[in-house]
């Protein structure tokens, strides 16, 4: 089973609809990070949270929300959806104590915006 | 804020051949990650390393870091085709985010 589930992995909508997506990690780590892949430009930060009463926004929050509903669970949402959120989205943990770890990515989340 | 450049973005190299991956970031990063995608897949982290001076090596990829010179270098020795993937480098901010590098696609050749 995998560490950082990403549900749904694909997903395709139309420009305006509300989407979420959600992650779940089993690691019992603290951090948790939404990614947005495009390509050629490598991933960007989108929101970060340390635990459930810490969220914070990353490089290109606008147009995003997130939810941090339990340790385990990292959620984000498009509000109103638009072709430019076309994209790969990762999810991905960290533990908090574990100096030098890296990041656990999800297996990643495949949104069409139409 | 911190910038990560990669160079080159995109990487032919026979099998055999010997070659290095180059990753400058623009301000202090207390850490440098290196990471593998396969095409559709997830990342898997390879390297990473804390402090100026580090090398670590696994198989036939070693990364080193150069905090003065604010680069860090992954070398892929005697290439082999399961090496095709793209390699990213991302350095960490004070939160442990981590900014990207735009990722080097490698295709090995026969």
């Known amino acids: 089973d995998a560490d950082v589930t990403q549900t749904p992995r694909n997903r395709i909508t139309k420009t305006g609809k509300r989407i979420m997506l959600e992650c779940s990690q089993t690691k019992g780590h603290d951090r948790m990070y939404w990614y947005r892949q495009d390509p050629g430009l490598g991933l960007r930060l989108i929101y970060y949270s340390f635990d459930v009463k810490d969220i914070n926004k990353g490089e290109i929050s606008d147009g995003y929300s997130v939810s941090r509903q339990a340790q385990a669970k990292f959620s984000l949402s498009l509000e109103s959806a638009i072709p430019n959120q076309t994209a790969l989205y990762f999810c991905?943990?960290?533990?908090?104590?574990?100096?030098?770890?890296?990041?656990?990515f999800g297996d990643g989340t495949r949104l069409s915006i139409l | 804020e911190l910038k990560v450049e990669q160079n080159p973005l995109f990487l032919s190299m026979q099998e055999g051949k010997n070659y290095t991956i180059y990753c400058n970031y623009s301000?202090?990063?207390?850490?440098l990650y290196w990471y593998r995608q396969d095409p559709g897949k997830s990342l898997e982290s390879l390297f990473v390393?804390?402090?100026?001076?580090a090398v670590k090596q696994e198989g036939r990829l070693m990364a080193s870091l150069d905090t003065k010179a604010r680069l860090s270098t992954l070398h892929i020795t005697a290439a082999v085709h399961d090496l095709s993937a793209t390699y990213f480098c991302a350095g960490s901010g004070s939160a442990r985010q981590l900014t990207f590098g735009s990722g080097t696609q490698l295709t090995v050749l026969p």
């Open positions: 390393l804390l402090s100026n001076g």
């Open positions: 991905a943990t960290s533990d908090l104590t574990g100096d030098g770890q890296p990041q656990h």
């Open positions: 301000t202090t990063s207390d850490r």
